[in-house]
């Protein structure tokens, strides 16, 4: 099988849809504008099964640059086992939006989740189970962090904003063979409906600490702010130097 592609119809904030194409003839013949990406063809997968992970964070300042990590994520999963061979975004596309729309395969992996979701804390106890509970806190964290922040270093000076205002993202991540991340999308004003277990146990603490970090840390900075993490702040143009704040990268 030939080199796959994803193509992502895009609106201002969100995907309107997603496909896997393996034939030049039939990508050139696309009539819309979409957002191409080489397809990861050899994914990390836990039973059989390909995953991505939504990592959340905050941006309380584009000037300076100030960016949050949530320690908490969730881990998504297909609702059909991997393969190359068919290109079915039910195979492919781990959207929430999606999956939940389908039927598991009677064929899956009897210690794959009903509602195809893990906490990351779940993530890292399956981690734990293969022998490669180190790989949380020195390859998949330190490459998440790392990711995030150039990503909005780049984008910062085109970004149109409002001081003391505040912004939450979703960014969706996959893993190769050798655990390290790959970027995929960032996404303004996440979907954070608590639709599943794992978003009503996630969701609710997030809200709460992201109201510590928007509120309480301004007055402040000792306070508690839960789960958040400041992992980049930019020190004033004046002083021509940045401060970075990362823990294990």
């Keep these: 099988m030939g080199a796959q592609g994803m193509f992502r119809g895009k609106t201002k904030v969100q995907v309107t849809g997603i496909h ?5 003839k039939d990508i050139c013949s696309l009539r819309r504008k979409w957002v191409s990406q080489k397809y990861i063809e050899r994914p990390l997968l836990v039973y059989g099964t390909k995953i991505d992970l939504r990592q959340h964070f ?9 960016i949050w990590f949530y320690k908490h994520s969730f881990i998504r999963f297909s609702s059909q ?42 993530f890292k106890e399956y981690l734990c189970t293969i022998g490669k509970e180190q790989v949380w806190d020195l390859i998949i964290i330190p490459g998440m962090k790392k990711a995030l922040i150039q990503t909005m270093k780049a984008a910062e000076e085109n970004v149109m904003y409002k001081k003391n205002s505040f912004d939450l993202f979703g960014a969706d991540f996959m893993f190769g063979e050798n655990f390290q991340p790959w970027l995929l999308e960032i996404n303004l004003k996440p979907d954070i409906i608590k ?5 009503e146990k996630l969701v609710p603490p997030m809200v709460e600490d992201m109201l510590r970090v928007v509120i309480d840390y301004k ?14 702040k930019h020190v004033s143009a004046r002083q021509e130097k940045e401060t970075l704040i990362l823990m294990n990268v």
């Excluded at 639709?195 to 978003?199: A, W």
């Design 195 to 199: 639709d599943t277990s794992v978003m």
């Design 219 to 232: 007055d402040d900075p000792n306070c508690n702010v839960g789960g958040f993490e400041l992992i980049y």
């Design 81 to 122: 086992p991997y393969t190359v061979e068919r290109l079915d975004t039910a195979i492919h596309v781990c959207n929430n939006s999606i999956q939940r729309k389908l039927k598991n395969a009677p064929n899956r992996h009897p210690n794959l989740p009903e509602e195809n979701m893990w906490h990351s804390d779940e």
């Design 20 to 24: 896997c194409r393996n034939d030049l």
């Design 58 to 66: 905050l941006i309380t300042d584009w000037n300076p640059l100030t």
